[in-house]
């Protein structure tokens, strides 16, 4: 096997052990399993309807109901949780080797970088797969993932149209933007300009078809959504609204989408769909922040908070993470000044370590690890430079070295009673 396949094996052994939490810890999803096995529980328990939003998902409806009892033992829960986290890390390969990452110490680097949470604008992270929860979300992350990747790489439909029918089925919330960034790529790349304005003017028609619906027939004459809408979008603590945010947090992701849309390094077709991406991300950031907080009442419509705009945020993230990662790992290839490569180092290194919390263990594992290598490939150059796939070599080990590490020792310091137990 390659060297990718191992990091992978041994990224998808690690990751479970030290991010699983169990079934089930977030309150909102207590008892949707059971339920879901047993559906004559709970019959008394106004908040226990089975039709809550919770509830309505591939994974309780089919998934759940499908492997019964077994669901409720942990021990079948990691194992089916780990084999999602392989096929999400597969996905995020493609997806590294769409953008133009070729080499095997390319895809380690970048594979290393997408297993850390880059975390800025609340539900908005880089995970491979959600480790908040055993719930929709974690089911809907490969599939999502797989859906940017057949969008990007220019599948046929037969690839692109199934995936966007499926992520919605599992999650509605961590849909949206995977099928919007799917469905815009398509209108671009595939309809000529006939196609594009049909495609336009129907979308037009939905929306003012749904708004009618709406106001005719789910809108109360009292006008208690405006109230039910503002209760929910200022309680959620910046859950749904991205402008809930400290100012860091929109400025760093301000940043990510300004940086995309002048990104550098890939091939024409592929930065044009980053950029298509970039945009999205700053149009889903702007358009949802400033809805939730400014809309007037006779707009406000508690359902679209479903849509959930920094969710979106994520998967705009997690493709221009991806993007900047080849990009930057190109640069440090093509560089022919020691300033230019420390630059390109430098900006991977912060790539690789952002984080609303810094952690200071994995900065020293990284730094240290570059540090030590790169004095060893000069010498083994026999040059004064370090051949360019050498550099790349030196920074996918540290990288990889770096995040193994974090899950390993976070594994056995603070995992390890619990996980015999589990065992036990």
């Known amino acids: 096997m390659s060297v990718v396949a191992w990091v992978i094996i041994g990224m998808t052994v690690l990751y479970p052990l030290a991010m699983f939490r169990g079934l089930e810890p977030l309150s909102p999803y207590w008892g949707n399993a059971y339920q879901a096995i047993h559906p004559e529980s709970f019959p008394a328990d106004s908040f226990m309807s089975p039709t809550r939003p919770t509830m309505l998902s591939l ?65 908005s992270h880089a995970f491979a797969i959600d480790p908040i929860d055993f719930n929709p979300t974690v089911f809907a992350a490969p599939a999502s993932i797989w859906l940017l990747y057949a969008s990007l790489a220019g599948r046929r439909p037969r690839l ?44 037009c028609g939905l929306i003012l078809a749904a708004v009618a619906v709406y106001s005719a027939v789910l809108r109360p004459p009292d006008g208690s959504h405006a109230w039910v809408f503002d209760h929910l979008a200022q309680d959620d603590k910046g859950g749904a609204n991205p402008f809930l945010q400290p100012l860091a947090s929109h400025l760093i992701f301000i940043a990510m989408c300004v940086a995309g849309l002048l990104l550098r390094g890939l091939e024409a077709a592929m930065l044009a769909r980053v950029r298509v991406v970039a945009a999205l991300g700053l149009l889903v950031w702007a358009g949802g ?20 705009p920094a969710r979106m945020l994520w998967w705009a993230q997690y493709v221009l993470y991806l993007a900047f990662g080849v990009s930057l790992l190109t640069w ?20 690789y370590l952002l984080h609303n919390k810094l952690h200071p263990r994995l900065a020293l594992a990284v730094i240290g690890a570059s540090a030590l290598l790169w004095p060893v490939a000069r010498s083994r150059a026999g040059a004064t430079a370090v051949r360019p796939e050498r550099r790349v070599q030196i920074v996918a080990a540290a990288m ?7 899950y390993g020792v976070g594994t056995l310091h603070h995992r390890l009673d ?4 589990l065992v036990r």
Not at 91 to 108: F, H, N, P, Q, Y
Not at 418 to 421: E, M
């Open 332 to 351: 440090l290839q093509r560089s022919r000044s020691w300033v230019g490569v420390g630059t390109a180092w430098a900006s991977l290194m912060v790539l």
């Open 400 to 406: 990889c070295v770096g995040t193994l590490s974090l």
């Open 59 to 123: 994974l309780y409806l089919v998934i759940v109901k499908g492997f019964g009892e077994l669901w409720l033992d942990d021990r079948v829960a990691i194992i089916v949780y780990g084999c999602l986290a392989a096929i999400s890390l597969v996905g995020i390969d493609k997806t590294a080797r769409v953008l133009g990452a070729r080499r095997a110490s390319e895809r380690v680097a970048l594979l290393s970088l997408m297993l850390l949470g880059h975390e800025f604008i609340g539900a």
């Open 160 to 203: 692109t149209i199934p995936l966007m029918f499926l992520v919605p089925l599992i999650s509605v919330k961590n849909a949206v933007m995977p099928v919007l960034i799917a469905l815009t790529l398509f209108w671009k790349d595939r309809l000529r300009a006939r196609g594009r304005a049909v495609a336009v003017a129907a979308a």
């Open 418 to 421: 619990a996980l015999r137990h």
């Open 289 to 308: 922040g400033l809805y939730l907080s400014y809309a007037p009442d006779a707009l406000k419509i508690p359902h679209l908070l479903a849509l959930h």
